[in-house]
């Protein structure tokens, strides 16, 4: 048996419908050539464009913490869907920056953003951590623990990477927020897969000893060309859906290169693939709502689509979730 089968979880369905969703990034653009610029002399821009598809990333001032880009995507959340922030009885935060060790950066949300109302906690699983946290939220949904969910991605990254390293390129910026209710649609199943192997922590971490990430960039490659494929076959097969029933891809925004390595072990068209990161790279737990947020704004994610999302992760970590869009 492997190890993707030891350490799986499927989450049993539930039905649910997003109700709102909103973004923030800070306004400071980083360009790759400021970074050759100002950090690092040897870096060819040409390349990143090209292989990573990243052209630039926000990078938040020394006195914006994770919390409040955060707080500022859940009002904009609250501010689309029309209702107050008294009304949200769960607030599930992903952030692998968060704002101090200790209290949970959600606490912190909870009262920039006025959810007075609702239990508040952090979930931490880097890039996958907004997809493990509206997994944890489904859950308090079906149960009746919870009537209405703020789940948020938030990550400054800037703040623990190393300009001057080749690395520094893949990452930025940036929050996003969703909001949850339970949908008395039957056919508003939200289902996933989710996945973790502790034997990969140190593909990507931050050691006790150290204040920046350490990536092996070709050992979380190969960890995610494993996990999401895999991943992506059991959510699918458990629905009785094929790649051809999915409408649209809500990735976690990695790199160019390897969303379009999981397009052809998946199956599923390229095409299909909203993209962000030439904008805001890879913004870790923030990747999957922003770019969520966006394809609703400019029409990709449309009523009754079949939304596929999928990330990887520090851990490490994974996971693939469909829903379908009401």
Request: a negative charge.
């Given at each position: 048996m492997s190890l993707i089968e030891h350490k799986s979880f499927a989450l049993t369905q539930t039905?649910?419908?997003v109700i709102g969703t909103g973004m923030d990034?800070?306004?400071?653009?980083?360009?790759n050539d400021d970074i050759r610029t100002k950090y690092n002399t040897d870096l060819d821009c040409a390349w990143v464009n090209r292989k990573l598809g990243i052209t630039e990333r926000r990078v938040s001032q020394p006195d914006v913490m994770t919390s409040d880009l955060a707080a500022a995507a859940a009002r904009n959340a609250l501010k689309q869907a029309g209702i107050s922030g008294e009304s949200i009885d769960l607030l599930i935060v992903a952030t692998a920056t968060p704002d101090r060790q200790a209290p949970a950066t959600a606490c912190f949300v909870q009262q920039k953003a006025g959810l007075h109302n609702a239990i508040s906690f952090d979930v931490s699983a880097v890039c996958s951590g907004f997809l493990y946290a509206m997994t944890v939220a489904s859950s308090f949904l079906r149960s009746g623990q919870a009537k209405r969910a703020m789940v948020v991605g938030a990550d400054t990254f800037s703040r623990i990477t190393d300009w001057s390293r080749m690395d520094a390129v893949f990452f930025g910026d940036g929050a996003g927020a969703a909001i949850l209710e339970a949908s008395p649609q039957r056919d508003a199943v939200f289902d996933a897969e989710l996945y973790s192997n502790g034997q990969?922590?140190?593909a990507f971490t931050v050691y006790p000893d150290q204040t920046t990430f350490s990536m092996k960039a070709g050992d979380v490659l190969k960890a995610a060309l494993t996990a999401i494929p895999q991943c992506a076959e059991r959510v699918l097969a458990r629905n009785g859906l094929a790649v051809e029933d999915?409408?649209?891809?809500?990735p976690h925004q990695p790199s160019i290169n390897l969303l379009q390595k999981i397009s052809e072990k998946t199956g599923i068209g390229f095409e299909k693939f909203c993209l962000n990161m030439d904008r805001y790279a890879n913004t870790a737990g923030a990747t999957i709502p922003i770019i969520l947020h966006e394809s609703i704004e400019n029409g990709r994610v449309k009523k009754d689509d079949l939304v596929f999302f999928a990330a990887a992760g520090a851990g490490f970590t994974a996971g693939a979730a469909v829903l379908r869009w009401n």
């Amino acid at each position: 048996m492997s190890l993707i089968e030891h350490k799986s979880f499927a989450l049993t369905q539930t039905c649910i419908r997003v109700i709102g969703t909103g973004m923030d990034v800070p306004e400071n653009v980083l360009t790759n050539d400021d970074i050759r610029t100002k950090y690092n002399t040897d870096l060819d821009c040409a390349w990143v464009n090209r292989k990573l598809g990243i052209t630039e990333r926000r990078v938040s001032q020394p006195d914006v913490m994770t919390s409040d880009l955060a707080a500022a995507a859940a009002r904009n959340a609250l501010k689309q869907a029309g209702i107050s922030g008294e009304s949200i009885d769960l607030l599930i935060v992903a952030t692998a920056t968060p704002d101090r060790q200790a209290p949970a950066t959600a606490c912190f949300v909870q009262q920039k953003a006025g959810l007075h109302n609702a239990i508040s906690f952090d979930v931490s699983a880097v890039c996958s951590g907004f997809l493990y946290a509206m997994t944890v939220a489904s859950s308090f949904l079906r149960s009746g623990q919870a009537k209405r969910a703020m789940v948020v991605g938030a990550d400054t990254f800037s703040r623990i990477t190393d300009w001057s390293r080749m690395d520094a390129v893949f990452f930025g910026d940036g929050a996003g927020a969703a909001i949850l209710e339970a949908s008395p649609q039957r056919d508003a199943v939200f289902d996933a897969e989710l996945y973790s192997n502790g034997q990969e922590a140190d593909a990507f971490t931050v050691y006790p000893d150290q204040t920046t990430f350490s990536m092996k960039a070709g050992d979380v490659l190969k960890a995610a060309l494993t996990a999401i494929p895999q991943c992506a076959e059991r959510v699918l097969a458990r629905n009785g859906l094929a790649v051809e029933d999915i409408d649209v891809v809500v990735p976690h925004q990695p790199s160019i290169n390897l969303l379009q390595k999981i397009s052809e072990k998946t199956g599923i068209g390229f095409e299909k693939f909203c993209l962000n990161m030439d904008r805001y790279a890879n913004t870790a737990g923030a990747t999957i709502p922003i770019i969520l947020h966006e394809s609703i704004e400019n029409g990709r994610v449309k009523k009754d689509d079949l939304v596929f999302f999928a990330a990887a992760g520090a851990g490490f970590t994974a996971g693939a979730a469909v829903l379908r869009w009401n």
